[in-house]
């Protein structure tokens, strides 16, 4: 991740990010099942000890759009399903504000085991779940990444930019359209961002509407 590049293009518009290169996940995987099988007993890093279940994500394995978070909360902890508390129903109402269903799209973290106290994911953590979600979205193919919340924009894109300088725009990540939103959590906790996150949902429908064609 450190070695990212990030360029500009069409002014402030559209960003583009790239990382590296990118390991072909069928050479290694049959398919997302396969992907799973070889995940769900992982033991890369410290938060495999403390997990009470491993959080893969669900949905869709042909989505054109993947809804990635930062990490499983108690909730998803306890059963295995990732945003099925209260930010989840409230992410629910969101795809469902823009025509889209649990099952049209696919929603993960970038890390799966739940860190402890819900801190912030330690930076060797996530390099150790990082593959997994490489793994994910190249298995997946999706036209679009949508990210809930600053950790996990700044996380994804190798950044420290604030959501101000990150939302309300088409970015790009290692070959994926991208757009950076609130976390639910954060707009249970602040509902005046609500309205940001509805012209971001808006924005990303007419964008997936353009670029997959409806
Ligand atoms: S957080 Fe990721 S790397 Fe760490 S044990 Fe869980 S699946 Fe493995």
């Not at 002014?11 to 050479?27: C, D, N, R």
């Not at 300088?165 to 609500?194: C, E, F, Q």
Request: charged share 25%; proline share 5%; glycine share 8%.
């Amino acid at each position: 991740m450190n070695n990212s590049r990030k360029t500009m293009e069409q002014g402030s518009l559209f960003e583009e990010y790239t990382t590296p290169t990118k390991a072909s996940a069928e050479k290694r995987y049959r398919d997302l099942n396969d992907l799973y099988d070889q995940s769900r007993t992982c033991t890369k890093c410290r938060l495999s000890a403390t997990r009470k279940n491993f959080v893969f994500g669900e949905g869709s394995s042909g989505a054109r759009l993947v809804v990635i978070g930062e990490a499983p909360g108690a909730e998803e902890d306890a059963q295995g399903r990732p945003f099925v508390g209260r930010s989840g129903k409230l992410l629910d109402k969101i795809l469902e504000a823009i025509g889209f269903s649990r099952n049209d799209v696919f929603i993960c973290n970038i890390i799966k085991c739940r860190p402890p106290e819900n801190r912030n994911p330690l930076a060797d953590e996530i390099e150790c779940c990082m593959p997994w979600l490489k793994a994910q979205l190249e298995l997946i193919s999706p036209k679009i990444v949508l990210l809930l919340g600053r950790v996990a924009a700044n996380t994804i894109l190798d950044n420290r930019q604030s959501m101000t300088g990150m939302r309300g725009r088409i970015l790009r990540w290692s070959g994926y359209d991208v757009v950076v939103t609130y976390h639910p959590a954060a707009l249970l906790r602040n509902p005046n961002w609500k309205r940001h996150c509805w012209e971001d949902v808006q924005m990303l429908r007419k964008h997936y509407d353009k670029v997959c064609g409806g």
